[in-house]
């Protein structure tokens, strides 16, 4: 029984040129209270925080503890 | 990160206080303070700063009982005609008493409350007898605070653990057993004591936009709670009194029409009509409100737009910023604007939470469960209408009768064959090459019990639902696959959503009569208070599935007049009524 990928839109999204994840901030990854973000690293070899998993409440912690104002958290598609 | 290690770890501590949401970190602050020398751990499945119902912080009190504004006795009072009088008064007095002293610690805290030109609380009157919301203007702040108490006070903090299991023994409780979530690796925490302040069960109605997680409650709370104590043996109370919330449609966060309503706005039907008396939440108001949205003047609404500019201004300054600040970028989103029309609303999806409704882990007033050492409090211990203060407060009492507890007692023997059994639980899905993903046997399952078990109840239903649930929980015991720690925390939550589904469905079956308004609202039987004036008590039975049993309700402190008894009963707007007004 194979795993299917199917895209989805997510909630929150991260300004690239913003984030700080390469100077070793994790603090949107710490916040979240359902722990759906992630460290990525670009093609680039720098590092940005994204979603993962689609697993969001749209609760705002990575939004307002960014040190960078880096994270917008928009509401799923679903509910908009 | 994320991948699966072999691995399992013991350690020991005088307290475990499992959840560090509300009631967790008040639990941990008391009990250290009582004992300095107690080593106290704080569980978390996601880190303490931000974690559990209140992660981004809360608008105000529902339920403070301020002396000049309100007694324990009328609040008491108040909760058990609320509650159909199914309500075991001493926890419910006993926090009413000691809710005050929370509140000036919190004060201490840095967490402060709204004082009027006088310099006194500026307490609303919301409820039908007493006088208890008090706004907090700077609500976005209590976790931050919470969480420098922590830090000062010394207490062990172990994020990233999640427990999956209590470990029992001699009839006691010994311990807990927890998985990493990022690294699926195993912990064995022995414990004299332990306190369970694991929240609601937020993730067991399916919300009507399919998104698994655009729930009502935070969605981290997916009922381990009840399911640990229940697979432990003790006893959960009144199960079949769902909690079921009016919220901002699709939006699925709360409307709070009792925060507008004491500056004018108020819950309206489709003709902008007010329809009940009062917005405070009860079963039966739920009831009206479902009628109206079922008739022909339906949907609901949230109306403010009759305020004036500075009022709707002020209304969402305290609605937008704290508890679900992505409220107005919902409204933005969507074109609304309170002052141009009326907001369309809904009821939530069906959960458990003692702290709007009355179902939960039974407790007496010391917080204490049926099982010897553990404790519990907040949305998930059944002490009625508990909400932010009940889970500070509670969490309180029970942080300091378990510093008490544990001085006279060492360690409850557990057996090891328990962890290992546990651990193959865990780990079957990590050991499968293929086969279901956790998410779509949690919506299987919820899809099930929307349409099964959510009320009106209907007995050959909630069979079907029983049926179904064997169905599924066999293909999660059998089938279910995941790739890394993440989605093994899920496939843990999975199993927690199942059995809070099926102790649902259970409880409701048990009690033959219709009590709560829409809660329990069970259409082939009327109410009958000469049967069913008890609690039902739920434990886990010899074959293995819930068993219930009747429970007296413990004679009343405090007494209730005939004619006050119907306070909450008759909720629907009448010509009388809006004369009167």
Request: charged share 25%; glycine share 8%.
């Amino acid at each position: 029984m194979p795993l299917a990928h199917t895209a989805t839109s997510v909630p929150v999204t991260v300004n690239d040129d913003l984030c700080i994840a390469d100077k070793g901030c994790t603090v949107c990854v710490d916040v979240c209270p359902l722990d759906v973000l992630r460290i990525a690293v670009k093609d680039d070899g720098t590092k940005t925080a994204y979603m993962k998993y689609d697993e969001c409440w749209y609760c705002m912690p990575c939004e307002a503890d960014c040190p960078t104002d880096a994270v917008t958290v928009n509401l799923p598609f679903l509910l908009r | 990160m994320d991948q699966i290690l072999d691995g399992t770890d013991q350690i020991d501590c005088d307290i475990l206080v499992i959840g560090g949401g509300t009631a967790g970190p008040m639990a941990a602050l008391k009990a250290k303070r009582k004992n300095p020398e107690a080593n106290v751990v704080l569980l978390e499945k996601a880190h303490v700063k931000r974690s559990g119902a209140i992660s981004m912080g809360m608008d105000g009190l529902n339920n403070s009982v301020i002396p000049g504004y309100a007694t324990p006795e009328q609040y008491t009072k108040e909760i058990t005609i609320a509650n159909d009088g199914i309500v075991d008064q001493a926890p419910i007095y006993r926090y009413a008493e000691e809710c005050y002293g929370i509140i000036q610690e919190l004060d201490q805290f840095g967490i402060r409350f709204q004082k009027d030109q006088n310099g006194e609380y500026d307490v609303k009157k919301v409820h039908h007898i007493g006088t208890y919301v008090l706004p907090m203007p700077n609500g976005d702040t209590v976790k931050k605070a919470l969480y420098r108490q922590l830090r000062k006070a010394r207490i062990s903090i172990s994020n990233r653990y999640m427990a999956t299991r209590l470990l029992t023994g001699e009839g006691r409780v010994a311990g807990a057993i927890c998985a990493n979530t990022r690294s699926a690796e195993f912990l064995v925490i022995r414990a004299k004591a332990v306190i369970m302040c694991l929240g609601a069960a937020g993730r067991l109605g399916l919300p009507t936009s399919g998104y698994l997680y655009g729930t009502y409650e935070n969605p981290t709370n997916s009922g381990e709670g009840y399911s640990m104590a229940y697979h432990a043996g003790a006893g959960l109370a009144n199960l079949e009194c769902y909690q079921i919330n009016p919220l901002i449609k699709d939006y699925n966060g709360p409307a709070c029409a009792y925060v507008a309503g004491p500056m004018g706005g108020y819950t309206a039907n489709s003709a902008g009509d007010r329809f009940i008396e009062c917005d405070y939440w009860s079963g039966q108001m739920m009831q009206e409100f479902y009628d109206e949205l079922q008739g022909g003047k339906g949907p609901v609404y949230l109306k403010l737009n009759h305020l004036a500019e500075e009022t709707v201004a002020e209304i969402e300054r305290v609605l937008h910023i704290v508890e679900r600040p992505t409220r107005g970028h919902f409204h933005a989103g969507r074109g609304t604007d309170y002052r141009k029309q009326m907001i369309e609303m809904h009821i939530s999806e069906i959960g458990f939470c003692s702290g709007h409704s009355a179902s939960g882990v039974f407790v007496d007033e010391n917080a204490k469960t049926t099982l010897d050492g553990l404790y519990a409090a907040g949305d998930m211990a059944n002490v009625p209408h508990n909400y932010m203060l009940g889970a500070f407060t509670n969490g309180a009492i029970a942080g300091t009768e378990a510093i008490d507890f544990i001085k006279d007692v060492d360690f409850a023997p557990f057996d090891m064959g328990e962890v290992e059994k546990e651990r193959d639980r865990v780990l079957a899905p990590t050991k499968r090459d293929d086969g279901i993903p956790p998410n779509q046997i949690e919506y299987k399952t919820r899809r099930l019990v929307n349409d099964y078990l959510q009320p009106p109840k209907v007995t050959a239903k909630m069979m079907t639902a029983q049926t179904r649930f064997e169905e599924v929980r066999h293909a999660m015991e059998t089938e279910m696959y995941v790739k890394d720690s993440h989605e093994l925390m899920r496939a843990l939550e999975a199993s927690s959503v199942m059995d809070c589904a099926d102790m649902a469905a259970s409880a409701s079956l048990y009690r033959t009569e219709s009590r709560w308004g829409l809660y329990h609202n069970r259409v082939e039987y009327a109410q009958n208070d000469e049967d069913w004036f008890c609690h039902t008590i739920m434990t886990k039975g010899e074959d293995g599935k819930p068993s219930s049993r009747k429970q007296d309700v413990k004679p009343y402190i405090v007494e209730i007049d005939e004619d006050e008894k119907g306070a909450y009963a008759n909720q629907r707007v009448t010509s009388e009524t809006v004369a009167a007004e």
